[in-house]
């Protein structure tokens, strides 16, 4: 996706919009409602799968990345999904669906869910990417189950009670076009929030969300002039709505995959880095190594499976002591300590300096680097073994 292609995209949308209201007597010549309710039934399926991968694939990936942001996307596209079907089995002219399938069940179901996904999505693109403690899955999907069942169950109880919202050969109530403007008026902040992320960072997801919500926006406009459920702009409605969720698949694709991309290079970086990176987190009086990667591992015979989770103590037996030391010193000092250390009888000089994980709670981040060829003067072997046994200093 490119500039160019999202104008191009968005101009057709409008560009086709204005022909079928311009020619739309002509076309009604053509067009036939005969066989729209298995039309759209086919649309809403589509929308419907979308939903469901979107949903399926979220919660997958949020047991590695703990993202607020997609167990959010997850949440939203999982109820928006289970209404939709609501609103596909209820459609007038399907089987009978608990009770007999209307106009106004239908377009309850209907407008909910676009409500539900207009603010859900909103507050998705506003809300910082921070990854989570717990898992809240389990908490999630059951409330996504018990929220649409709510909808359901009032809708399908007290459905002639609720205020119409169409009128069948006469068009859409004032109620009704009122919900939609409120919906557009949100997916159009929507849009302009994603324009706005995509010039501050030029990330190809954005402009996906970003035409999405031109698709969506259009959606919700359609569907305030339509005068029955079976006719052409109901059609239209619906195709763009398809476009709008194919869009937003899009880019829920790309952010992923960039995502997963730019961790893959900092692992291969760290794992191919001469030194070592490594990260430590304070338990009780000790500091447990929470990562650790470089090449600089195989030198010392280690691997990162053996040390992460474990005291410090692993790689430095004889230096625990003033290793944590230097840990409490850079934490009080909140500034960078490098000093030298003989493990293995290898010369390292080791940087060490306070910072917060993903979770906000305070770790030490460190590297260190083997200088034993660099100044192989520094030791000989026997003040090898000797400097093990003696403190280690700083050097600056």
């Not at 109620?175 to 992320?197: A, D, H, P, T, W």
């Not at 409605?237 to 790309?254: A, C, D, E, R, S």
């Not at 500091?287 to 103590?313: M, N, Q, R």
Request: aromatic letters at 14%; one cysteine or more.
């Amino acid at each position: 996706m490119t500039e160019t292609k999202f104008l191009i995209y968005t101009v057709s949308a409008i560009f086709l919009l204005m022909m079928v209201r311009i020619f739309l007597s002509q076309i009604n010549n053509i067009y036939t409602p005969h066989n729209y309710v298995g039309i759209h039934a086919f649309l809403e399926i589509i929308c419907v799968a979308i939903s469901i991968t979107i949903f399926l694939y979220g919660i997958k990936k949020f047991n590695t990345t703990k993202s607020i942001r997609l167990l959010l996307l997850a949440f939203t596209f999982f109820t928006v999904g289970m209404i939709d079907i609501f609103h596909t089995l209820s459609y007038n002219g399907m089987p009978f669906f608990i009770t007999p399938s209307s106009v106004q069940k239908a377009t309850w179901f209907w407008i909910i869910a676009r409500i539900i996904q207009s603010i859900l999505m909103l507050a998705l693109i506003l809300l910082p990417d921070r990854k989570l403690k717990r898992d809240y899955r389990l908490i999630a999907v059951p409330f996504g189950v018990v929220l649409t069942f709510i909808i359901g169950f009032i809708i399908i109880s007290y459905e002639s009670n609720l205020p119409l919202l169409v009128i069948e050969g006469k068009g859409t109530t004032l109620l009704k076009n009122s919900l939609e403007y409120g919906v557009s008026f949100i997916l159009f902040i929507s849009l302009m929030v994603s324009l706005y992320q995509y010039y501050l960072d030029k990330k190809e997801d954005k402009l996906y969300f970003a035409l999405a919500f031109v698709f969506l926006l259009l959606t919700e406009l359609i569907f305030t002039i339509y005068q029955s459920v079976f006719d052409l702009d109901n059609f239209l409605g619906h195709v763009y709505k398809v476009f709008g969720f194919y869009f937003i698949l899009k880019g829920f694709y790309f952010s992923e995959y960039d995502a997963d991309s730019a961790q893959l290079n900092v692992q291969k970086s760290m794992a191919d880095h001469p030194g070592l990176f490594f990260s430590l987190k304070k338990k009780g009086n000790k500091f447990i190594c929470t990562k650790i990667d470089g090449e600089l591992l195989k030198g010392i015979h280690y691997s990162s499976e053996e040390i992460v989770g474990k005291p410090i103590s692993i790689i430095l037996p004889e230096h625990e002591a003033s290793m944590n030391d230097y840990c409490v010193l850079t934490m009080k000092l909140q500034e960078c300590v490098t000093f030298e250390m003989v493990c293995q009888e290898k010369y390292l000089i080791i940087s060490i300096k306070p910072s917060v994980d993903e979770f906000n709670e305070d770790v030490i981040l460190g590297t260190a680097m083997d200088m034993t060829g660099i100044f192989p003067q520094k030791f000989s072997p026997e003040q090898f073994k000797q400097a093990e046994n003696k403190n280690v200093k700083i050097v600056m």
